[in-house]
């Protein structure tokens, strides 16, 4: 079979049933029959692989899963309700108290949440360092850190991180390399090249594409997804059979939406840059990001997201948002409609200012998903918002 990403997305999918169907059936049901009490106890002892409970495996999340494995490179999965299931679970299965985490600052907020309120619960410290400020990464690590843990593309930044110098360090002090991939797609990026141990992805966003379901996966090494199954199947945020056939489906589209989200967000970002309300753009296939080698490195293409300051701050920001007239105002992002939002007053209004511009979120700074629409529309709604 053809090895290329869009034959393997479109075509990697379940065993067809005595009915020979074309496109894969839902599996709406919570629990599998056994044969014989032989087979509910060979199942239960995992001496044979099947399904159980979809709580522990369904056929829609397992063939979900299988395509995102094949995209990565990775040799297991899991697959979660959400995004945010999928970065604790894989905390909490391979973390234990007096483990030590090293992350880049600039991650999304619920993740810094989990660094700064959740996990020193249970004596789980973590230590950040400035994505700009990598070469001390390996001043950070100690005896007892376990994992090193980054985005990229950041959120809502769009700061990008070598992945293959990161990949080497976690290498050199074995540590457990995982990297939050969201942004940019198993089309775009597949960390698993650059070294990474564990990718995780939040469903919701691209690999949907277009806000209809939730959904998280992490994939990986064998032996840390045992440990990550282990925990998700006894404590239960499994992604719902439905959900999983809404997602796998998606991403037999994946690589069409993605090359037109790409273009569109590179012409958004080119005439963002030459606007005169607008301080910086940020967006990763732009000569003038300051990772800009980096990102032709790693990635095939830029990725969805734009960031962005409007001058004048934090008011400007909000009269930004009040002007636009076309594009959505949503938290969501990767849809195929444009969303923007003004971190600073909403997605991460809660964080302490100090923190806010440790990771350049700064009181003007505007995140924008770049949808599907034609882009001189989309460009037409951010310069009359840009102008009100």
């Keep these: 079979m053809s090895k290329h990403f869009e034959t393997e997305a479109i075509r990697t999918q379940l065993n067809r049933s005595e009915f020979l169907e074309h496109s894969v059936p839902l599996y709406l049901t919570s629990s599998f029959v056994f044969e014989d009490a032989e087979d509910m106890r060979a199942s239960f002892t995992e001496e044979k692989e099947r399904n159980i409970y979809s709580r522990f495996t369904n056929p829609n999340t397992s063939e979900f899963v299988d395509k995102i494995c094949k995209m990565e490179g990775a040799e297991s999965g899991y697959a979660f309700a959400t995004g945010m299931a999928a970065v604790f679970s894989t905390f909490a299965a391979l973390l234990n108290s007096g483990d030590h985490v090293v992350s880049a600052r600039s991650v999304f907020g619920s993740t810094h949440a989990l660094f ?132 796998s489906k998606s991403l037999e589209t994946l690589h069409v939406r993605a090359d037109r989200h790409c273009e569109n967000a590179l012409k958004v970002a080119e005439f963002l840059e030459g606007h005169d309300k607008v301080n910086l753009v940020k967006y990763p296939f732009l000569k003038s990001h300051p990772q800009y080698e980096v990102a032709k490195k790693q990635m095939r293409h830029g990725g969805n997201i734009v960031a962005f300051k409007v001058k004048g701050g934090i008011d400007a920001g909000r ?22 939002t003004h971190p600073a007053s909403t997605t991460h209004s809660k964080l302490a200012e100090e923190d806010r511009l440790e990771v350049g979120i700064t009181d003007g700074l505007v995140r924008c998903s770049v949808g599907l629409e034609h882009v001189e529309d989309v460009i037409a709604d951010l310069d009359q918002a840009l102008n009100a």
């Design 116 to 247: 700064t309120k959740f996990l020193p619960k249970w004596n789980i410290e973590t230590s950040y360092f400035k994505v700009d400020e990598v070469d001390q990464v390996e001043s950070l690590i100690k005896p007892e850190t376990k994992i090193l843990y980054v985005e990229s593309p950041t959120n809502p930044g769009c700061d990008v991180l070598d992945l293959e110098h990161l990949g080497n360090l976690a290498k050199k002090h074995t540590l457990i390399f995982v990297v939050d991939n969201c942004f940019a797609t198993p089309y775009l990026q597949q960390p698993i090249k650059f070294g990474a141990d564990i990718v995780i992805h939040s469903a919701t966003k691209m690999i949907d594409g277009q806000g209809r379901v939730l959904g998280g996966v992490s994939v990986g090494r064998a032996d840390l997804i045992r440990e990550i199954y282990l925990f998700a199947r006894n404590t239960g945020p499994a992604m719902s059979p439905f959900n999983a056939w809404v997602l």
């Design 319 to 340: 009269k930004f948002l009040n002007a636009i007239k076309m594009c959505s105002l949503s938290a969501n992002l990767g849809d195929t409609r444009t969303i923007v």
